[in-house]
């Protein structure tokens, strides 16, 4: 009886694979086998990812069965053609290892990017989620349409290139396909997958998924809205879980609106059913929860400033009231409201038509800006304006606040104007 290729030991670093590609290091390693970065001489060194498929296993009737799932997934791969999905480059087998060749993407998963903010006490905005999801939904919704469930949607498996802001999903392994191209089916339905390619991650994977190995669309949905969760507070999927009644228990981590905090609850539903159906509804329901915000802008009273408390859980909001201030919070509060008062000079110079967003909203973050960076705001409010005018409210504020250089002031800038 013959071993399964998992026996097979590390490829080294510097090896030449297929007479073309060098293997440089070793990314990753899981039940379904290991992931490179390799150089591709035949295309002037460009970096790639080179996934040995090789799974557990003994016997050559389960070898055959990992030739066939490995080639089934190369198909698939093959058709996927997404800017925000890694290019499918080439498969080939040599020395009893299968490997699938795909585009490198150069920069950082968001479980890194949550640790970066975690280390300076912050976790992502809800603004910043919802942006995040408006990014992500439309790949959903593209890899379904070609009956495919990703099936291990989490933070490692999301990935913002450098220097872009579109995130990348990652990571489409092998065994995830559950659907015949062959048939004429749209894919919007419960599909029962194998014992051999249920995979998926525990915490971010739907029960249904983890126990039964049943997969539709929208257990791809329920696994980008843990991840949401995750971004939003800073925690494990386990802590944000009562390990009693099995009920999300997010809400007590994090600061949203309630209309967004419907959206998420509905995505996290534990019944298929319940949940949304479709990468569409949830971005509909997210335009109309936008469209409703920018209308109520306009009415918004200034309220007491937001204080952020210091060495808090992350994602944890710790609200005090002007009075509970200390003298030299208190002075701070009072520049800005001074600030605020200053309308007739910080008063905007674009007109109104020439941006979708609310004028009263645009002055308002002008007015914040200004506490952070002085008179230089209203330059930076027109020149933002007059080169983008059809900016998102979230999109704004984004632009807005990375001309601020202190990370923390940015985060308290976003706080201010969505809380």
Known sequence: ?????????????????????????????????????????????????????????????????????????????????????????????GDGRLFLVQEFVDGKTYSALLRERQSQGQAFSEGEVIQWLKNLLPVLNYVHKHNIIHRDISPDNIMLPEGKHLPVLIDFGVGKQIADLNEGSTGYHMTFV???????????????????????????LYALGVTAAVLLTGRDPSLLMDQYSLEWRWHFYSNVSNDFSRVLDKLL?????????????????????????????????????????????????????????????????????????????LKPHIQPQQSSLNPAFIQRCQQELAYYIGPMASLIVEEILAGTPDLSPYQFVDFLAGEIPDATAAFEFRRRLFS
Do not use: W
Request: charged share 20%; glycine share 8%.
């Open 269 to 345: 539903a534990d019944t298929p059913k319940q949940r949304y159906q479709s990468s569409k509804e949830v971005l509909a329901e997210l335009e109309r929860l936008g469209q409703s915000q920018m209308m109520s802008q306009s009415t918004i009273l200034d309220l007491p400033p937001t204080v952020i408390a210091h060495g808090s859980q992350p994602g944890v909001t710790m609200r005090h009231s002007y009075n509970n201030q200390d003298p030299e919070t208190r002075v701070s509060s009072s520049r800005i409201s001074s600030s605020q008062q200053q309308t007739p000079e």
């Open 1 to 93: 009886m013959s071993q399964s290729p998992l026996i097979k030991p590390e490829i080294p670093s510097g090896t030449m694979i297929d007479n073309r590609y060098i293997i440089q290091k070793l990314l990753g390693q899981g039940g379904l086998g290991r992931t490179y970065l390799a150089f591709d001489t035949r295309r002037f060194n460009e970096a790639c990812v080179l996934k040995e498929f090789a799974p557990t296993g003994s016997g050559e009737n389960a070898l055959e069965k990992c030739r066939n799932l490995f080639k089934r997934e190369a198909k698939i791969l093959h058709q996927l053609e997404h800017p925000q999905i890694p290019r499918f480059l080439a498969c080939f087998e």
């Open 194 to 220: 194998g014992k051999m390619s249920l995979v998926g991650k525990v915490g971010y994977a739907p029960r249904e998924q983890i126990s039964l190995g049943l997969c539709s669309p929208s257990s791809d």
